[in-house]
């Protein structure tokens, strides 16, 4: 099964193009593909439960495996028990496993 | 290591102006961890991030001074970086774009840095188990 990870460095409060991402996330998932949105620098703040959240909730929903750098979080603080359902903390070592391991990865 | 990787990562970004610069080299230095080659094409204003005469300075408004102060520098960070690689077994191909480092006057680059072309990209490209490009805005 084809592998993607989809890096979203942007904040959705901020830029108004993160939809990029969660589109294509939900097109690749629909096509049977191993899909996972990794979410990194400001691109972790709708990954606190509120506002905004809700794509990533859904993005889940539909097959995505949905992360947010634990980093990042930190910088931000941002609790990882305040995390939406259906995000999860990861470190950075994704990124790198990812590329090593073949996958196709989209930074944004 | 049984398993070495050679990873290309293009990056775009000035040091200090985005935080693209920093997972850059939060991922560069995993990756040296790990005994990869990793190559790195800068391009545009990424030339200035191994730039030799970054120079760290003094904090007047909070009464620092130089050592205090412990200001980050991106060229000794990439230095550093350089040597972990090696240190794993691994090393960094670090290909400044020319045409890109005439336009900012940044041809003094630390030691392990080399002038190339966006054809350098390519080639590094084409000898990687995998690439990332880390695009600008």
């Known amino acids: ?108 | 290591m049984a398993d070495k990787k050679t990873i290309t990562i293009a990056i775009m970004d000035a040091p200090y102006e985005s935080g693209r610069s920093t997972t850059t080299l939060r991922l560069i230095d995993l990756a040296a961890k790990r005994g990869y080659n990793i190559n790195v094409f800068a391009y545009e204003g990424a030339v200035l991030q191994p730039f030799a005469a970054q120079k760290p300075h003094p904090n007047a408004v909070h009464g620092r001074d130089v050592e205090q102060e412990n200001h980050f520098i991106p060229k000794d960070a990439i230095a550093a970086l350089m040597r972990e690689a090696e240190k794993n077994g691994g090393k960094i191909d670090w290909v400044n774009c020319g045409l890109c480092v005439d336009e900012r006057g940044a041809v003094d680059a630390i030691p392990g840095v080399r002038r190339g072309s966006p054809a350098d990209f390519w080639q590094l490209s084409e000898a990687s188990d995998n690439t990332l490009v880390i695009a600008t805005r």
């Not at chain 1, 990794?38 to 495996?65: C, H, M």
């Open chain 1, 1 to 108: 099964m084809p592998r993607y990870l989809l890096i979203e460095s942007r904040d959705p409060f901020d830029s108004n193009d993160t939809g990029f991402c969660r589109d294509l996330a939900t097109q690749l998932a629909a096509a049977k593909n191993d899909v996972t949105l990794f979410l990194v620098q400001n691109g972790v703040l709708p990954a606190r439960s509120g506002a905004r959240s809700g794509d990533l909730t859904k993005l889940a929903g539909a097959g995505v495996r949905v992360l947010a750098d634990s980093f990042s979080l930190r910088e931000r603080g941002i609790e990882e028990t305040g995390l939406a359902s259906g995000v999860a903390a990861a470190p950075l070592e994704i990124v790198l496993d990812a590329l090593a391991e073949g996958a196709k990865v989209i930074w944004h």
